[in-house]
């Protein structure tokens, strides 16, 4: 587990989510170990474009999760980077998994650019 770029306590549940590079994870706050893990690669085609409009393909062109938020008592909210093409998925709780059919273009609410700073809140 590396580049932790967002973390989202959830003191209901006694979990820490940890948005990363192509990854969300699930921690107990009680020991602080690993409960469950959602891979969420950007695509290879989206991977090969953000190489060939010239961004770095050992540090940009990857899906850094930038925002996981909880949403309702079923779902939590999350965006990451895509490879430069943001995207937004609902990742259910019961089964800590993304909604493959539910997937938003992520423009205006995450950052194209992993190093790049933001903040994030979902309301209502």
């Not at 959830?10 to 994870?25: C, I, N, P, S, T």
């Not at 953000?50 to 999350?78: E, W």
């Not at 800590?96 to 938003?104: G, I, T, Y």
Request: glycine share 8%; with cysteine.
């Amino acid at each position: 587990m590396s580049h932790f770029l967002t973390l989202t306590l959830d003191e209901a549940e006694g979990l820490l989510y940890a948005g990363a590079r192509e990854a969300v994870f699930a921690l107990s706050t009680a020991a602080l170990n690993l409960q469950a893990t959602i891979l969420w690669e950007a695509p290879e085609d989206k991977k090969l474009e953000c190489i060939q409009k010239g961004k770095n393909n050992q540090t940009d062109c990857f899906n850094y999760v930038r925002l996981v938020q909880p949403l309702n008592a079923s779902h939590l909210y999350a965006c990451g980077t895509g490879a430069f093409q943001p995207k937004c998925a609902y990742i259910d709780r019961a089964t800590f998994s993304l909604d493959p059919q539910a997937f938003e273009d992520g423009k205006g609410k995450c950052p194209y650019d992993p190093t790049k700073g933001h903040t994030g809140l979902v309301v209502g």
